[in-house]
């Protein structure tokens, strides 16, 4: 490749949801928070729209968000610390990254929007802006309690004291070939049975607040536990597979409760630790686990 002058680029994190899954296009709340793994992209204006990176599917995402943008066609690569298919939404720090890199004076909000627009877009997938909006304003030390249907946010301070653990489930899929889109419509049409988890999630999201604040960490751990019976039963996406690691991930001793994260159907499992158990934690799971911290979204100053 010739070597042209990089024109611009950006750098966005991937994130967690501590709880509130499945509510965020329903105008609920959701308590996500931006983490220490990074998208970073560079890239300068060229005839057609090119992306080199080792993420597959890129390309999509990042024509999707230039487009979303109004920007020229450009040439972009893409390098990486979010392990795509992880859970900790690889293409929202993708998309903000780009976002940033293009237009790093816009609004957070605004860009949190066309991300999701630009996610939509790519896959097809009716997701909500939950992740894009985390990877844009989160903030290090802090999870941010957004209001999905005002786009209002508040920063809760996140003690140190717990460490955030992404495990694996070794279920990896494409959420476009997922039932999202039809839990989506479901609970949309008013299903009882999803609405029960939509309504129980929203009141969990409150009291889990609420104990933070109090740094209430054993009753945050069962509201997680709570929330992964809901995920399992009324909203139905959860997996045997999953379910038998977060069991696991319950049974260990420093765990304060674990349950399945993001979209589900196989993805990640968040479990919250107390900190000095961790290691003894990982090595118990025998299977890849990532350990985060909360980190600054891609619009905060850093
Ligand atoms: C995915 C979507 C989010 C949200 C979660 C479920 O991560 O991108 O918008 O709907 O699933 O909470």
């Known amino acids: 490749m010739p070597s042209e002058a990089v024109s611009w680029s950006g750098r966005a994190p991937g994130r967690v949801n501590l709880i509130g899954e499945h509510v965020d296009y329903l105008g609920g709340l959701v308590l996500p928070a931006a983490v220490n793994r990074f998208t970073e992209v560079s890239g300068h ?14 390309l999509a995402y990042v024509r999707a968000i230039g487009e979303e943008l109004g920007a020229e066609p450009q040439d972009v690569t893409v390098s990486s610390q979010v392990p795509p298919s992880a859970g900790i939404s690889s293409s929202a720090a993708l998309l903000v990254a780009v976002a ?22 790519a896959t097809g997938v009716q997701v909500g802006v939950m992740d894009q909006f985390a990877s844009a ?16 946010y508040e920063l809760v301070p996140f003690p140190d004291e717990v460490a955030i653990a992404v495990i694996d ?15 989506r419509r479901e609970a949309e049409s008013g299903d009882p049975k999803r609405m ?31 929330s992964h019976r809901s995920l399992r039963d009324d909203f139905e996406v959860s997996t045997a597979n999953v379910d038998a690691i977060v069991a696991g991930a319950d049974a260990i001793d420093g765990c304060y409760g674990a349950r399945i994260m993001g979209a589900g159907f196989g993805g990640s ?19 890849p686990v990532l350990v985060c911290t909360t980190a600054d979204g891609a619009y905060n100053p850093r």
């Open 45 to 58: 204006a060229a005839g057609e729209w090119s992306v080199e990176s080792e993420v597959p599917g890129g």
């Open 100 to 121: 940033v890199g293009l237009k790093p004076d816009m609004d957070g909000k605004t860009a949190a929007l066309a991300c999701q627009r630009a996610e939509q877009r």
């Open 137 to 152: 304003l989160g903030r290090r030390g802090c999870a941010l309690l957004l209001d999905c249907a005002t786009l209002d």
């Open 169 to 183: 489930s070794g279920e990896h899929r494409n959420l476009a070939d997922t039932p999202y889109n039809q839990r």
């Open 196 to 226: 029960r988890h939509v309504q129980s999630e929203i009141a969990r999201v409150r009291v889990f607040v609420e104990a933070l604040r109090h740094r209430d960490f054993a009753r945050m751990g069962q509201l997680l536990k709570e």
């Open 269 to 287: 499992i968040l479990a919250l630790l107390d900190r000095p158990k961790t290691e003894q934690f990982v090595s118990s799971m025998h299977r």
